[in-house]
């Protein structure tokens, strides 16, 4: 089968620079939540530092400030573990959040994702471990 949308690794995972994107609305505390009473959706997007310590969320299926299935969604700490043991090259130092659920994405198309791609590019970022939520 000759299917031009898969394209092999360049390089193997333990040299690869890796962000981590997700659609689960996980944010630092002190930023804003995001708007999950948008009937369009909200299109926004958080960065996340690699650093970052307490996160939280703002999704219509989770409770706020509840954190129980946080890695789950945005497996920062997991990939920090990865990263320490030699299975991840080294994290991106800022990964990104998006809301899920956006029911007219013109905007994330035409503005947000384009922006985040280009935040990837210019940070040498190989791979993204993206996170559906």
């Not at 659609?23 to 009937?39: A, N, R, S």
């Amino acid at each position: 089968m000759n299917d031009k949308s898969f394209n092999l690794p360049l390089k193997p995972l333990h040299e690869c620079r890796l962000a981590l994107v997700t659609t689960g609305g996980v944010h630092l505390p002190e930023q804003p939540c995001f708007d999950i009473d948008d009937p369009l959706g909200d299109c926004s997007y958080r960065e996340i530092p690699v650093g970052a310590g307490g996160l939280t969320w703002t999704h219509a299926y989770y409770a706020r400030g509840r954190d129980d299935d946080l890695d789950a969604v945005f497996p920062l700490w997991t990939l920090r573990e990865l990263e320490a043991e030699g299975v991840v090259g080294e994290l991106n130092h800022r990964h990104f959040s998006f809301m899920g659920a956006i029911h007219d994405p013109g905007p994330l198309i035409e503005s947000t994702a384009p922006e985040v791609s280009r935040k990837l590019s210019e940070d040498g970022v190989d791979a993204v471990l993206l996170t559906p939520s």
